[in-house]
């Protein structure tokens, strides 16, 4: 019994089934330490996929290989290869002809070379001048045949494929004609179409009749026309990348070839093509360079190479707002860069797809963006980098023994204490009594038999976390600390003190409040100013709204106030060095926050004189206190002040 027999080979189903899968959280994990090193959340996001995750597959290593076979493509060959090769063959001819001519010695044989000797320069002008000529030599009427039917081949087998087998057309009237009629059918077809017509019946009646010229078997007429119209804008840009005198040779060759019917219906048919796609680079022209001339197919078939190249590379580039990997056409990257580079695109679309079905990304009118879950683990990685040895100890202890008869029942007891006002624990209080003096009625207590049910504080605190977004802190490299401070200390109140409420505050010349994902986003301003004293107006809102919680204000800032609002119109009011307006309005609110009981605590980035003369003189005037942390520790230091703050009683 003969055995099974196999062969194996490369895999050429798609993208390779074997193949690791990417590591999403990985991926989340690399954007998400980018933005903790200070860059933008959108820039973090592109580059995941311009680089590939893992640094391999991506967008960036895909333009490079376009961007190499679109330099190789330029360097293919002069375009003019068609008006070259015509005044070849016609040298060659007239060679031809004149030998003939010359072993003859009667007068039409004079009248001919007379004729031949006065020819126009111009290599289309004497194709034409020779197109009534009586050749005397059959070896050059055949040469001069060639240049008309290689020429018309050309021109129509570019057009159209099914007419690239060029012995179908030379020579063959039959099929010129039948080429003739399906271009004016075409045109009628386009014209119905440009109107809007329904066009379904009349398309399927003209690939019946003319489908052989059409081997890749469009489904529509948009299928139809976007085959056609790439291929006669690539026809228009060969004639806008030659001079003017070798399109006007080409020109004339490609009239005389084709013969004034056939080139008004193809002239027809680039207008209709180009006012249904307008959008083709009609009006572009290359400069080619290269040793050997191309003819017209060689030339076109460049040009429309380079210009799906450009296509891709706009799409690969996805510069547009909105754009999206769906954008690329993976069949133009099959078929200019290889099934390789198509995989990898689908895997990073499969990489996109993923981290929107896991729910790590968002897709808003701007782009790509974390989602609230992605934002929870940058916290958490955040809280980790900046607070790693957090504990559970007096530090950050969040529940208190002692809190009252409004606190929240444990499931414990304890004996009772002078000054407790817990619930009394009427079971245990007995049970101690009876246990003591044993059974009886009545049962006699003791001070030592009672015991209250315990119950925890569940201290609050509203906080205002106010930090500065002008440009020096990310030309002094503070961006990154900043934003991981932030995010920090939002990811331990949501987690270990949910009932605590924060509020983020980013201020430049203006202030505004954030949200996580905002602050991981957020972009420095440009405008200089620094406008603590709009920060601190905003943090005695926040503190207003919570009335019953512990007001905590932290400020991290790298420069002393320079703006603030007018108090007329709002406007923002700028002025370097700083104004005595701008620092009695910053102090006003300095000391409404005092009043209300808040302390400000400072965390002074740099050394700058003026800015440490501020803050010394607002922690005084505030009760607060200053910091000067290095850039590294700001976190730990603003998170550990934070569990201190919070520890206090009003």
Known sequence: MTGNRFRYGQWRGGPDPLAPPYDVQAAVDQVGAEVLAGGSLRDALRDLLRRGPQGRGGLDGLTARARRLRREALRRGELDGAVTRARALLDQALAAERDELARRDDEAARFAETMLENLPRSTAQAVRDLSDYRWASDEARQTYQRILDGLRDDVLGQRFAGLRDSARLAGDPAVQEQVAEMVRDLNALLARHARAEDTTDAFAEFMRRHGDFFPERPRDVDELIDIL???????????????????????????????????????????????LRPDLRWGRGERMQGGQPLGYGEATGALDEIAELDDLLDQLGQAHPGATLDDIDVDAVARTLGRDAADDVRRLRELERELRRQGWVTRDADGLTLSPKALRRLGGTA????FAELTAGPRGQHDLRSAGAAGEVTGASRPWEYGDEQPLDVVRTLTRAVRRAGPGVPVQLAVEDFEVIETERRASAAVALCVDLSYSMISQGRWGPMKQTGLALAHLMATRFPQDALQIIGFGRRAETLTQQELAAVEPDMMQGTNLQHALRLAGRHLRRHPDAEPVVLVVTDGEPTAHLDPDDG?????????????????REVDRLGRYGATLNLFMLGDDPGLRRFVDAVARRSGGRVFT??????GEYVVSDYLRARRGRR
């Open 229 to 275: 119209a790439r291929r006669s804008a690539a026809g228009q840009r060969l004639m806008n990348s030659l001079s003017q005198r070798q399109r006007e040779e080409l020109a004339g060759l490609m009239r005389e070839s084709l013969g004034d019917r056939l080139a008004g219906e193809l002239a027809a048919l680039e207008g209709n093509l180009r006012a």
């Open 383 to 386: 809280l980790r980098q900046v």
């Open 571 to 587: 406007e923002a009011l700028f002025a370097w060095p700083s104004s005595p307006e701008t620092i009695e309005a910053t102090v």
């Open 629 to 634: 942390p290095d850039t590294d520790d700001l």
